[in-house]
């Protein structure tokens, strides 16, 4: 066996490799229940030696129990991913463990799988990252928008397998036939339809955010990696978790990869008031980002990243408490997700507490700011705009409720702001304006002199010009 190569599995604790161990189950990850599929988890990589912890708590997600792993250094083969080698080595321990599926840590071609799944024990799964994911997707799928996003994902993870499946039983590739093939043509249209259905919800949820800015509220969007910390995080941001939605609203329905550390258990963000720096803002708690997911299956939730492409500040919660190899690999994921946004971006260091929790020095929080900066440092800014869009970076832990001051301010900061001092006659259309610039919350003071009021404005920009025209008397143009 080649010196790159490191196997790990729960049943041969006596593997021939020196990098071999015996892991426990993940931190975090509930024992697998007895109806719990059985799986052999398999990773590659090209550098450093496979961390497959993370793939072994979406599998438990999941409903699978990882009886054992094998693992690769090496660069990719075009067959199989793995080495031949390495793969027959595979082959065997499922048959020996009894496994009903192999777990893939990564992005397998239709190829590869098509010949993974020839060479494994009739019957076995094979399952990579993508599939995984849109499995534990499903299970969580809970709102029209949800359930049509993570249908074009499928569809779109779908139709290169069919195709690939027609290529073999065929002997010809399926794009060389003009009149196409009945199952590649369905697929195709229910992609097109999907796509249609999706780009109305796009366009009603765009009409949404134009109103609530016309009412006066800033909107502000959390993302980050899964299980960084954003739902706790918007809770603290939150005047009221009782009540989410302004009075009257349509609760805001997007898609979401993890609330309160549990991957998966909802697809529905929550939008809650808030009340940052004085002003008044809807904080909308939205995806939870999964590194290895392929271009195709990110796209498919445009109608999530939206929510925080088009927000007037986006929050990007990283976990401070992360090693910085971590740290580095979630940002660069979520940020290429990203790609571009229209506000600036706040990144939020999460999970402070747990970084400091060494000596409880601000210094402690040194690696993941280095790590953080390397990450930036790192990322192309034309193949990820948002890059662009990056603010300094904000230290919070939502525990005990440090730092949370400090990112209120940079949030008002960097929301859009006009200002305007108005003196208009106090009469009865001065009184409807004024009362009209109260409920949008851009009354920043008022001072009554004689048959005079001076007004000062603070806020959004549409919104004081509007009730500077008002107190004027001016016609709005309504």
Not at 98 to 124: K, M, N, R
Not at 384 to 405: H, Q, T
Request: aromatic share 4%.
């Amino acid at each position: 066996m080649s010196r790159d190569d490191a196997t790990t599995n729960e049943r041969d604790a006596s593997s021939d490799s020196d990098e071999s161990t015996d892991p426990d189950t993940p931190t975090g990850v509930d024992a697998p229940s007895a109806d719990a599929t059985p799986a052999v988890v398999a990773a590659r990589t090209a550098a450093d030696p496979p961390d497959t912890t993370e793939v072994r708590e979406l599998a438990a997600a999941a409903g699978y129990a990882v009886v054992g792993e094998i693992t690769q250094r090496r660069r990719e083969d075009p067959t199989y991913d793995l080495g031949r080698g390495k793969t027959e080595e595979l082959m065997r321990f499922v048959g020996d463990a009894d496994a009903e599926a192999v777990i893939y840590d990564g992005s397998l071609s239709p190829g590869q799988t098509f010949s993974l799944g020839d060479l494994l024990p009739t019957g076995t799964a094979v399952i990579d990252r993508p599939r995984l994911v849109l499995e534990l997707f499903g299970d969580a799928a809970d709102s029209r928008a949800a359930d049509r996003q993570l249908e074009l994902a499928r569809l779109r993870y779908e139709l290169p397998r069919i195709r690939g499946a027609i290529a073999r039983d065929s002997g010809e590739d399926v794009r060389l036939r003009p009149e196409g093939d009945g199952r590649v043509l369905d697929v195709e249209k229910r992609i097109e339809s999907t796509e249609r259905a999706l780009d109305e919800i796009a366009d009603d949820r765009a009409t949404r955010r134009t109103e609530r800015r016309d009412a006066g509220f800033d909107l502000v969007a959390l993302a980050g990696y899964t299980n960084a910390g954003k739902s706790t995080l918007a809770r603290r941001l939150a005047d009221d978790v009782a009540d989410p939605e302004p009075a009257g609203e349509p609760t805001d329905l997007t898609t979401t990869l993890s609330v309160d550390g549990s991957p998966f258990e909802t697809l529905s963000t929550t939008t809650r008031r808030a009340t940052i720096g004085g002003r008044r803002a809807l904080v909308t708690d939205t995806v939870g980002f999964l590194d290895g997911l392929p271009h195709g299956a990110v796209r498919s939730f445009r109608a999530t990243l939206d929510a925080v492409r088009a927000a007037d500040c986006a929050l990007l919660v990283v976990d401070a408490s992360d090693d910085s190899a971590a740290l580095r690999r979630k940002l660069r994921a979520s940020l290429s997700a990203i790609r571009a946004t229209d506000g600036p971006v706040i990144p939020v260091l999460s999970k402070a507490d747990e970084a400091r929790a060494g000596g409880g020095d601000a210094d402690d929080l040194a690696p993941a700011i280095e790590a953080y900066e390397a990450a930036v440092a790192g990322l192309d800014s034309d193949e990820s705009p948002v890059v662009e869009s990056l603010r300094s970076p904000v230290p919070v832990s939502a525990r005990d409720e440090a730092g949370l001051s400090e990112l209120a301010a940079a949030v008002a900061d960097a929301l859009p702001t006009a200002t305007a001092t108005v003196e208009a006659s106090n009469g009865g259309d001065a009184q409807a304006a004024l009362s009209w610039a109260y409920d949008r919350g851009v009354v920043d003071g008022v001072d009554y002199e004689g048959d005079a009021v001076t007004v000062e404005l603070a806020g959004r920009p549409a919104v004081v010009d509007e009730a500077e025209r008002r107190l004027r008397g001016e016609d709005s143009g309504e």
